[in-house]
């Protein structure tokens, strides 16, 4: 709004304001006394016309983006740690339990057991927040002496962790709670509610999907992929107990029964006759067409919520191959063993399987 309003500009105005018979010359008198108020004005300017972008959700940012989308109830989404699946074993490879709060080292990281899953398999949570937690695994190291422990490893992601939520995230979330208002259990209401609980990343709502009163919602976690039991039984405990079902013991609505499912994960094997650069290996290229294909194939799990169903399509997969360096031209390529595009139902996500090159 005031990009117009420069130094040289407040500047020139300014001199204009003054009598043409005294000198305001660079160097003269009333020039040097004018320069330094131009300076401090063009400087308040520009510090209004920052305020001004603070003072409106689609442009402001940090915390004051916070202070907006707060006055609607809207918070930020802190970061959360991630949830893991703990195996630990006695010698012989008997599985073993270990003490609850038993504390486990791998990397820079640290483990901590909460719970018990099954024989030997511990509900751990990552004492550092955000989607660090969700990466390594791999074998652990006791922080304390556990007797006759002989092996612990870290395996699945239960609950992904999660960092802060981002600026666009948050505002995304404010143009949507505006736009579409959540009222009484309508499906706004139940996308609200369910992305507001940790490790999920997406949902679609399916209402009287079994008759009155039913809804449906089909989740994924906030790393893009489906979820694991323990994510979905949580959500379903947060929203609507099963054994209280339709009671309003939970965010849902008295009358609602409401299941969660996750989404369901389809492989996309891809096989592709490619031809190379001169002294260009597929051993070389191997790698980086599998990149580029995750790639794509996690792009569409990101706009899931927002898709009736995701497409997987053949000549997408070849333009991105074609990316690679290295590789000249593409031909013959197969999804799951068929030319044609792989198309998905509304609760399918499409996940990365075996990538078979030839020349």
Not at 12 to 22: I, N, P
Not at 83 to 98: H, Q, T
Not at 225 to 233: A, G, K, M, V
Not at 315 to 321: F, G, H, L, N, T
Request: charged content about 20%.
């Amino acid at each position: 709004m005031y990009e117009t309003q420069t130094y040289d500009v407040i500047l020139q105005r300014m001199l204009d304001r003054v009598s043409a018979d005294v000198d305001k010359r660079p160097g003269s008198i009333i020039y040097d006394a004018l320069a330094p108020s131009a300076a401090e004005l063009a400087q308040l300017y520009m510090e209004l016309d920052i305020n001004l972008a603070l003072s409106f959700a689609d442009t402001a940012t940090g915390e004051y983006l916070e202070r907006r989308t707060a006055e609607f109830g809207i918070n930020r989404e802190q970061a959360t740690k991630a949830r893991r699946k703990g195996l630990f074993y006695a010698s012989g490879d008997v599985p073993m339990d270990v003490p609850v709060g038993s504390r486990f080292s791998l990397g820079d990281l640290n483990y901590t057991a909460v719970s018990r899953i099954a024989a030997g398999q511990w509900l751990l949570e990552s004492e550092t927040v955000g989607v660090i937690g969700n990466q390594d695994f791999g074998a652990l190291l006791p922080i304390d002496y556990i007797e006759g422990l002989a092996r612990a490893e870290l395996a699945d992601v239960l609950v992904p962790g999660e960092d802060a939520e981002t600026d666009e995230s948050l505002r995304s979330r404010y143009t949507a709670a505006i736009n579409e208002q959540a009222f009484g259990g309508n499906v706004a209401d139940y996308k609200q509610d369910i992305m507001a609980i940790a490790g999920v990343g997406g949902v679609k709502v399916f209402p009287v999907w079994a008759g009155g009163g039913t809804v449906k919602c089909t989740i994924i976690a906030s790393d893009f992929n489906p979820p694991s039991s323990t994510l979905i039984d949580e959500v379903q405990t947060i929203i609507d107990p099963l054994v209280n079902s339709g009671q309003g013991i939970g965010l849902a609505p008295i009358g609602h029964q409401v299941t969660i499912t996750g989404a369901q994960a389809v492989t996309i094997n891809v096989a592709a006759t490619l031809t190379l650069a001169p002294e260009t290996t597929l051993g070389q290229v191997q790698s980086d067409v599998e990149e580029a294909i995750s790639a794509y194939l996690l792009s569409l799990r990101q706009t899931w919520a927002n898709e009736s169903a995701i497409i997987v399509r053949t000549a997408q997969i070849e333009s991105r191959i074609l990316t690679v360096p290295g590789v000249v031209d593409i031909t013959g390529t197969q999804l799951n063993g068929s030319t044609a595009n792989v198309v998905l139902s509304d609760e399918q996500i499409p996940t990365m399987g075996t990538v078979t090159l030839s020349e």
